[in-house]
């Protein structure tokens, strides 16, 4: 008989093993070794004490313990100075560290004064007892006299005979109530005392914060934004790291403040002078600027650090925390539609100081630079300059364009000549222009004395293009470079030179200035000179001269991008705080937009300008057509005048031309040149008439 075995509990298969998946099994004898308990306890008791509450706990309590410390130390201090003349003599100690000897004098006769009047009062302490005594002696007396005189008068009044010590009675129960109430409070008062000294001290200790800084809470451990005061500039000029300074400042002690003047406000900032002990140069401080802002718990461009007139002094503005990084409102040109310019008397609305204050920029008769960086806002500041002038009527424009994006565009209308372009050919065009200029400059020059001329101003935006251009004329010149073949060059030089007298002035902006891109001569011809933000000191340099460097100015900084549009700006024609060569104005941004509004308000108050643009050489001209081009909206122009815009137009086609040319040209057309007020002169109806003539012809003979 067989036996059938029934297997309840099957064992299971393993899983089929994906062949894309490789296992790897690793097999060890020895099982792992158990953790020790040392070791886990001091795992966990390293957590707990690394632990942020932890941290936060133990800062606490350190924090409001050396608090009373601290005040202890405070309200010590402020005994000893009270009793002794040991704060004459710091201040004496401070003086003598300064150099100036004539303080140090004064508070030592202070400090013998305080001595002669506190040893009047310890003189006065050998006779006080006896004097205290007999004047309470006779206190005394007098009280109780004066309690018999009120008692007999009550007895009188009552009839009765013991009320004569009634007053006395009732004087020694109110004695006897306080020695009681005297009694009952003194148990706790005693008890409660030392607790109350040292609530007083915790004060005094929280409201200096007179704790390590480690201890602090975080937002004051990090001190941003924290208001400025006398202690926190004299420990960050202590801490500067310039030993001579450190030195002074601990020899004067808490009286370091006397280096400071007041402490006043400055716009969105603060503003303080301080006299440097002898022995520190001013030229130390400014090379720590970045330490300096840093320990002023404020980012480097917070501090500016310039030079005013007296020695060995230093003025710093100090910006509130993040203040710079608001934007400034806009600009009058864009609030106010009723806005005019006056090219003498008036000053552009150019942006605001660092103290928040309006900065406006005179531009009569001075030649003009800005530069700096790409993309920094060189163009937006040099147009805005350009926009408040144009409101002024009588102010003639000629401009050149070299990046030829449309920036300038707006002035198509208000300039009388615009070139818009970045080749080599309109370089050659604007130093035309320039050249042209130099013509009309040498013809007013030539003017009777006392002839007053409208201001004419050249604008050349990106002139390092002109600068850099290889390329040579006919007469094998070049017209770029800076030796006295340039051509551009040459003429900005002597517009530089003498166009300011008859009111012929150059306007340049360029970028990341060297001496090739902007030569020392023409740089250094700018009466107003500007500069955004530069990459080093010596472009610094190139752009405001050595002068504005040695005296604070440092476009070189300005953060770039984050400071676009802030100008360091050193010139005449703008308010500068005495005693600096410089000052920096964060200038209002106006848009292409906007500039387009304010351009059509000043085409508004003008008769009617006709822009010469660009024109391609070897371009087929039209003489009739550009002559009523260069009429525009004048009735009638002088002959001269009409050549002149004509070589103006284009120097190829016209640039020789005489009054034969023109009248060879106009003959026989209804439009010949005629007499008016004794010149010979040009007539746009005439001219309208006989194009609309020729083209009358032109269309008859195109039907035969």
């Known amino acids: ?150 008692g007999i008068a009550l007895a009188i009044a009552n009839e009765d005979v013991t009320d004569v010590i009634t007053p006395l009675l009732a004087v020694i129960k109110f004695i006897a109530l306080l020695i009681t109430i005297v009694s009952v409070v003194w148990g706790p008062a005693i008890t409660l005392g030392p607790f109350l000294a040292l609530l007083a001290l915790w004060t005094v200790g929280r409201k200096q914060q007179a704790a390590p800084a480690w201890a602090l809470p975080a937002n004051v451990r990090s001190g941003e934004g924290e208001p400025i005061t006398p202690s926190i500039v004299v420990k960050a000029l202590r801490d500067l790291g310039i030993a001579p300074l450190r030195s002074a400042i601990k020899e004067m002690g808490d009286a370091g403040a006397s280096m400071l003047g007041p402490i006043t406000i400055a716009g969105c900032g603060v503003e303080v002078d301080v006299t440097l002990p002898s022995g520190v140069s001013t030229i130390e401080v400014q090379k720590r600027r970045r330490k300096l802002a840093e320990n002023l718990t404020r980012h480097e461009h917070e501090v500016f650090i310039t030079i005013p007139q007296a020695a060995r002094t230093v003025r710093l503005w100090i910006a509130d925390s993040g203040a710079l990084d608001e934007p400034i409102g806009p600009s009058l040109l864009v609030t106010d539609e009723s806005l005019t310019a006056d090219y003498a008397k008036g000053k552009a609305p150019w942006g605001q ?20 960086l790409s993309n920094q806002g060189k163009t937006a500041a040099l147009r805005s300059l350009a926009l408040w002038l144009a409101l002024d009527r009588s102010v003639e424009f000629w401009l050149g364009d070299l990046k030829g994006v449309g920036d300038w565009a707006m002035f198509d209308g208000l300039a009388t000549r615009l070139i818009q372009g970045p080749t080599d050919d309109h370089v050659i065009q604007v130093t035309e222009m320039l050249e042209d200029a130099v013509e009309e400059m040498n013809r007013r020059l030539q003017a009777p004395p006392g002839t007053e001329f409208p201001a004419l101003i050249v604008i050349v935006d990106e002139a390092q293009m002109a600068f850099m251009c290889p390329v040579k004329g006919e007469d094998k010149r070049p017209y770029g470079g800076s030796s006295s073949t340039s051509r551009y060059f040459m003429a900005a030089r002597k517009i530089h030179n003498q166009g300011r007298a008859v009111n012929v002035l150059l306007w340049q902006g360029t970028q990341d200035p060297t001496d090739q891109n902007l030569p020392k001569l023409v740089r250094e011809g700018a009466h107003t000179r500007a500069s955004l933000a530069l990459g080093t000191e010596s472009q ?138 004794g010149v010979m002169v040009v007539g746009r109806d005439r001219l309208g008439r006989a194009l609309a003539n020729r083209d009358t012809e032109g269309s008859a003979s195109a039907s035969e």
Do not use: C
């Open 353 to 372: 100081d660092l103290r928040g204050d309006a900065a406006a920029l005179s531009v009569y008769q001075r030649h003009l630079l800005i530069t700096g």
């Open 1 to 150: 008989m067989s036996e059938n075995v029934v297997h309840l509990h099957k064992t299971p298969e393993p899983p089929a093993q994906d062949a894309s998946v490789t296992t790897l099994t690793v097999v060890s004898d020895t099982p792992a070794a158990p953790v020790p308990l040392w070791v886990r306890s001091g795992r966990i008791v390293k957590a707990a004490v690394t632990h942020e509450h932890t941290k936060t706990t133990v800062r606490a309590v350190a924090r409001h313990s050396l608090y009373v410390a601290g005040g202890a130390r405070i309200v010590g201090r402020r005994a000893w100075d009270g009793r002794t003349g040991a704060r004459y003599e710091r201040f004496i100690r401070a003086a003598e560290a300064a150099g100036n000897m004539e303080l140090a004098g004064e508070w030592e006769e202070r400090l013998q004064h305080f001595r002669e009047a506190r040893h009047r009062r310890r003189m006065d302490l050998l006779t006080s007892p006896i004097d205290a005594a007999k004047g309470a002696a006779a206190g005394v007396g007098i009280g109780i006299g004066g309690l018999l005189a009120l």
């Open 540 to 677: 610094a340099r190139m752009a405001l001269g050595d002068k504005a460097v040695d005296g604070g100015a440092a476009p070189n900084l300005l953060r770039p991008g984050l400071d676009k549009g802030t100008v360091v700006v050193a010139s005449d024609g703008i308010d500068i705080p005495a005693g600096q060569a410089s000052i920096t104005v964060r200038t209002h941004y106006i848009s292409t937009d906007d500039a387009k509004t304010i351009a059509g308000r000043a085409k508004a108050l003008r008769d009617g300008v006709t822009t010469l643009h660009v024109i391609e050489r070897g371009e087929e001209r039209d003489p009739l057509a550009d002559i009523a081009s260069v009429l525009g909206d004048a009735a009638r122009l002088r002959t001269q005048e009409v050549i002149n815009r004509l070589a103006m137009l284009s120097t190829d086609a016209y640039g020789g031309w005489s009054f034969l040319d023109l009248k060879r040209v106009l003959d026989g057309t209804g439009a010949e040149p005629y007499k008016s007020d």
